[in-house]
T-cell receptor, first 114, second 115 residues
Framework: AQSVSQHNHHVILSEAASLELGCNYS??????LFWYVQYPGQHLQLLLK??????LVKGIKGFEAEFIKSKFSFNLRKPSVQWSDTAEYFC????????????FGTGTRLTIIP | NAGVMQNPRHLVRRRGQEARLRCSPM?????VYWYRQLPEEGLKFMVY????????ESGMPKERFSAEFPKEGPSILRIQQVVRGDSAAYFC?????????????FGPGTRLTVT
């Protein structure tokens, strides 16, 4: 079975700082990878996804993530964060071919200080 | 365009009672997923349904838990004889069809507290 690790539980940054949130997964086969975001008081929503092709994926609001197969990682990045990026971020993995289940990490709470 | 609706948002039950959680998918969506988030943990897949059919229930506890998605009306997650360990946030998501399973739109969740 697959699993996802997000080692940073809470990250605090100042506006304009660069962001990188770690995500590592454990699964021997091919995967689809996702980042979801939950803004305060709002529903969980998809930020970006990787299925195949270019390992550098661009999502909404200036976020991007890079799939590094050799490291089993799919880290989320943003060059310059804004106060409105304050939210909880969840990485998720799906084992390609055979099921439609998402396995989520425990989430990283991001707080941006104005 | 209304999103995924879940009710109630908060539910308090005493040990041994039944809990019924409802999920209305987005308009036009025919597939529903239920996830559970225990304190300090990530969301865990429970069950995947389409109307009148359970596609995958591999994440459901073997006892006391059941789910349905009837032809008419919301999807229901039912927990019988609740115990303290059932206290969690239960999230529902919907997708347009099986091919676009990855386009999951989440509801606000139901927070179940068992006293």
């Amino acid at each position: 079975a697959q699993s996802v690790s997000q080692h940073n539980h809470h990250v605090i940054l100042s506006e304009a700082a660069s962001l990188e949130l770690g995500c590592n997964y454990s699964y021997g086969g091919t995967v689809n990878l996702f980042w979801y975001v939950q803004y305060p008081g709002q529903h969980l929503q998809l930020l970006l996804k990787y299925f195949s092709g270019d390992p550098l994926v661009k999502g909404i609001k200036g976020f991007e993530a890079e799939f590094i197969k050799s490291k089993f990682s799919f880290n989320l990045r943003k060059p310059s964060v804004q106060w409105s990026d304050t939210a909880e971020y969840f990485c998720a993995v799906n084992a390609k071919g055979g099921n439609e289940k998402l396995t989520f990490g425990t989430g990283t709470r991001l707080t941006i200080i104005p | 365009n209304a999103g995924v609706m879940q009710n109630p948002r908060h539910l308090v039950r005493r040990r041994g009672q039944e809990a019924r959680l409802r999920c209305s998918p987005m308009k036009g969506h025919s597939h529903v997923y239920w996830y559970r988030q225990l304190p300090e943990e990530g969301l865990k897949f429970m069950v995947y349904l389409q109307k009148e059919n359970i596609i995958d229930e591999s994440g459901m506890p073997k006892e006391r838990f059941s789910a349905e998605f009837p032809k008419e009306g919301p999807s229901i997650l039912r927990i019988q004889q609740v115990v303290r360990g059932d206290s969690a946030a239960y999230f529902c998501a919907s997708s347009p069809d099986r091919e676009r399973w990855y386009e999951q739109y989440f509801g606000p969740g139901t927070r179940l507290t068992v006293t």
